[in-house]
C-alpha cells in the first residue's frame, strides 16, 4: 500500500460523502411517493399509500407507461441489430472511414441533446412525413434507437475484441456455413453482452426525455407525462409515484446487466474490469 | 482424412456453405453487408439530419408563418455573435459546463480513487453497481427530486432553518448543485476505471525512489489518469451544454438549451444557428480528447 493510514480515511470520508450525494435525493423522493398530503412539504408527516392506487387507474399514466415500454422494446430491437453488426464490423476489419464510423457511433450520445432532438425533428417533418410517417411511436422509436446503438455497440466490441477472432474460420474450416458459425461459435460468446446491452438500451429508451420531446408530436412517454405534469401542484402526489416506479424500472436493468457483463464504461462496457493487480 | 467420410458434394452445395465461402473470399463485401445498416443508420439519417439543421441555420424563417425560406443568408449567425443576451447566455452555459465539471471531477476522485485502491474486490464491486444504478435512470427524476429538496419547504431548507439560514434553491447555484449531482456517475465511472489500470508496481517503483505519497500522486497517478477524467468530462460538459428540462425546473435564468427550445418553433433557422455553438464547443472537445487517447476511457 502506497497511500498513508491519513490518506486512507480522507478517500473514506470522500466516498462516503459522494456516495450520500447519489444515493440522499433518489431517497427523499421514494419517501414523497407516500407523503398523504398534497403538499410537498418536508418533512413528511402523514404516511399513506393511496396514491399508489391513484396513479394506478390514472388513465393517462396508464397510456403512457405502455408508450414507454413499447418505445423502449422497439429501439432496443433496432439498437441490437444496428450495434451488433457494427461493432463485427469494426472489430474484425480495418478500413477506410473506420475512425469515421466510431465517431458517428458515439456522436448521438456525445451531442447535446436538444441538438440530435431538433435535427432529428426536423429530418422527419421535412423528409418522413412526406412519405407517410408521422409523429408518434415509430418516429420516438427512431429516435431512442439512434442513441441506444452505442450502447450495444460497445457491449458487443468490448465482448469481441476479448474472443479470438479466428473461432470463426475455424467453424468455418470445420464446415459450418454463415449461419451455423453464428449461431453455434458466435452467439453464446455474444450472448451476454447482446443482454447486457439490450438491458442498457431499454433503460435508456425508457426515460429519456430531452430528445423523446422533440420526436414525440402529440403522444406521451412515461417521462413527458410527468414533465407535463410536475408544473400542476395538486397532481404532485402522482408524479411521486410515477417517479418511484421509473426509478425502480431504470435501476433494475441496469443492476441485471452489469451483474451480465461486468462492464465498467460509461457507454456499457468497453472499459473491461482487469484483474487486480496486488502482488 | 480417411475415417472421416463427407459428403463433399452436399457441403459444396448448401447454399449457406456457398454464402461464408464466398464472404470468406470477398472479405470487403462481407465488410460492407455488415456495415451497410448502421451507415445507412448513423451516417445517413443521423449525420444527414444534423447536417439539414446546420443547413438551416443559413435560412430564413418567414415572421408570420414560421415557414422557411430557402435564401442564404449569414443574418441568423451574426445575430448569435452581436446579441449580447444571447452571447452572454453562451457564456453562462459554458461557464456553467467548466464549473460543472470541476465540481464533478473534485467529488468523483476520492469515490474512484477509494473505489480503485482501497476498497476490497467485493465492495468494489458492490460500488460499481452503487455508482452505475443511478447513472442510467431517470434523468428527469432525479432533476425533479431536487426541485422539490431545493423548494422553500423542502428538505434543504428545512435542515438549515435551525441555523437560521436559507437557502434560495432556485437559483443558479441550486442549478449548479443538480447538474454536478446529474452527472457525477459519468465522471466517476472513467476515472476509477483509469485509475484500476495504473500498475501498483508503477507507485511503488515512484515510492521507492523517494517521492512521498503528494509528489507520487501528482507526478504519476494524476498524469495517467488524467485522459480518464478527460472521458467523464466530454459527458459533463456536453450534457450541461444541452439540458433545457434541468434550467427550466429549477433556474430563472437562460441557457443555451433554454433558448433553443423557447425559439425552434417559430424560429427555426436561429435556433438552429444558436445550436452551432454547442456542437462547435463539443466537437472541438471531442477532437482534442481523442487526441488525448480519452475515447478508450468511456
Redesign the interface.
Known amino acids: 500500500m502506497v497511500e498513508s493510514r491519513l490518506t486512507r480515511l480522507f478517500l473514506r470520508l470522500g466516498a462516503g460523502v459522494t456516495l450520500f450525494f447519489i444515493y440522499f435525493p433518489l431517497f427523499v423522493i421514494a419517501l414523497y411517493a407516500f407523503n398523504e398530503k398534497v403538499t410537498q412539504r418536508w418533512p413528511i408527516e402523514d404516511w399513506s399509500t393511496k396514491w399508489f392506487s391513484v396513479a394506478f387507474h390514472n388513465e393517462s399514466v396508464r397510456e403512457a407507461l405502455e408508450h414507454s415500454v413499447l418505445a423502449g422494446l422497439g429501439a432496443t430491437a433496432i439498437a441490437l441489430v444496428l450495434g451488433t453488426l457494427a461493432s463485427m464490423a469494426i472489430a474484425r476489419h480495418r478500413f477506410f472511414g473506420r475512425e469515421v464510423m466510431t465517431f458517428a457511433v458515439i456522436l448521438p450520445i456525445a451531442l447535446p441533446g436538444i441538438v440530435t432532438g431538433l435535427a432529428l425533428q426536423a429530418t422527419i417533418k421535412d423528409v418522413l412525413s412526406p412519405l407517410g410517417v408521422k409523429f408518434g411511436l415509430a418516429t420516438i422509436v427512431i429516435g431512442h434507437a439512434t442513441f441506444c446503438v452505442v450502447v450495444v455497440y460497445n457491449n458487443v466490441l468490448a465482448r469481441l475484441r476479448r474472443t479470438a477472432g479466428n473461432l470463426d474460420e475455424a467453424s468455418a474450416d470445420l464446415g459450418a456455413d454463415s449461419w451455423q458459425t453464428f449461431r453455434y461459435v458466435m452467439f453464446p460468446q455474444l450472448r451476454t453482452a447482446l443482454l447486457a446491452g439490450g438491458l442498457l438500451a431499454f433503460a435508456l429508451s425508457f426515460d429519456e426525455i430531452i430528445v423523446t420531446i422533440f420526436t414525440a408530436g402529440a403522444i406521451q412517454t412515461l417521462p413527458i407525462w410527468m414533465y407535463a405534469t410536475l408544473f400542476r401542484p395538486t397532481e404532485l402526489p402522482i408524479v411521486n409515484v410515477v417517479a418511484l416506479f421509473v426509478i425502480l424500472v431504470s435501476v433494475i436493468p441496469v443492476y441485471l446487466a452489469q451483474r451480465l457483463a461486468g462492464g465498467t464504461g460509461v457507454a456499457g462496457g468497453t472499459t473491461q474490469r482487469p484483474a487486480r493487480r496486488e502482488p | 482424412m480417411t475415417s472421416v467420410s463427407?459428403d463433399e458434394a452436399s457441403?459444396r452445395q448448401?447454399?449457406?456453405?456457398r454464402?461464408?465461402?464466398f464472404?470468406?473470399r470477398h472479405?470487403r463485401l462481407r465488410?460492407w453487408t455488415?456495415?451497410a445498416?448502421?451507415?445507412l443508420?448513423?451516417?445517413v439519417?443521423?449525420?444527414?439530419?444534423?447536417l439539414?439543421?446546420l443547413l438551416?441555420a443559413f435560412w430564413t424563417a418567414d415572421p408570420f408563418t414560421a415557414k422557411l425560406v430557402h435564401e442564404f443568408t449569414l443574418d441568423n449567425l451574426r445575430r448569435v455573435f452581436e446579441t449580447p443576451v444571447y452571447r452572454d447566455v453562451a457564456f453562462r452555459t459554458i461557464r456553467m459546463a467548466a464549473l460543472v465539471t470541476l465540481a464533478c471531477a473534485v467529488?468523483?476522485?476520492?469515490?474512484a480513487?477509494?473505489?480503485a485502491?482501497?476498497a476490497s474486490?467485493r465492495v468494489r464491486n458492490l460500488?460499481?453497481?452503487?455508482?452505475?444504478?443511478?447513472?442510467?435512470?431517470?434523468?428527469?427524476?432525479?432533476a425533479?427530486?431536487?426541485?422539490?429538496?431545493l423548494?422553500g419547504?423542502?428538505?434543504i431548507n428545512?435542515a438549515l432553518g435551525p441555523f437560521g439560514v436559507s437557502f434560495n434553491g432556485y437559483s443558479n447555484t441550486g442549478l449548479w448543485l443538480v447538474f454536478t449531482?446529474l452527472w457525477?456517475?459519468?465522471m466517476?465511472?472513467?476515472i476509477?476505471?483509469g485509475l484500476?489500470?495504473i500498475?501498483?508496481?508503477l507507485?511503488?517503483a515512484?515510492?521507492d525512489l523517494g517521492a512521498r505519497?503528494m509528489r507520487?500522486f501528482f507526478r504519476v497517478t494524476l498524469p495517467l489518469v488524467f485522459p480518464a477524467v478527460v472521458?467523464?468530462s466530454?459527458?459533463t460538459f456536453?450534457?450541461t451544454?444541452?439540458?433545457?428540462?434541468a434550467p427550466t425546473?429549477i433556474s430563472s435564468d437562460q441557457f443555451?438549451?433554454t433558448v433553443?427550445?423557447r425559439e425552434?418553433g417559430t424560429a427555426?433557422p436561429f435556433?438552429?444557428a444558436y445550436?452551432m455553438v454547442?456542437?462547435v464547443v463539443?466537437v472541438a472537445y471531442?477532437l482534442v480528447a481523442r487526441k488525448l487517447k480519452a475515447?478508450?476511457?468511456?
Do not use: C, H, N
Open positions: 463427407i457441403l448448401s447454399p449457406g456453405r454464402l461464408s465461402t464472404f470468406y472479405p465488410l455488415l456495415l445498416l448502421p451507415v443508420w448513423l451516417g439519417v443521423y449525420i444527414g439530419s444534423l439539414v439543421l438551416s467529488l468523483a476522485f476520492p469515490l480513487y477509494y473505489m485502491r482501497i474486490p460500488l460499481v453497481v452503487a455508482v452505475l444504478m443511478p447513472l442510467w435512470g431517470s434523468y428527469l427524476v432525479k425533479y427530486a431536487w426541485r422539490t429538496i423548494s419547504e423542502g428538505a428545512w449531482y457525477l456517475p459519468f466517476v465511472l472513467p476509477y476505471a484500476e489500470r500498475p501498483q508496481s507507485l511503488e515512484s515510492a505519497s507520487t472521458a467523464g466530454i459527458f456536453s450534457l451544454l444541452g439540458d433545457y428540462i425546473l443555451i438549451g433553443i427550445y425552434y427555426l435556433a438552429a445550436a454547442p456542437i463539443i471531442l475515447f478508450e476511457s468511456l
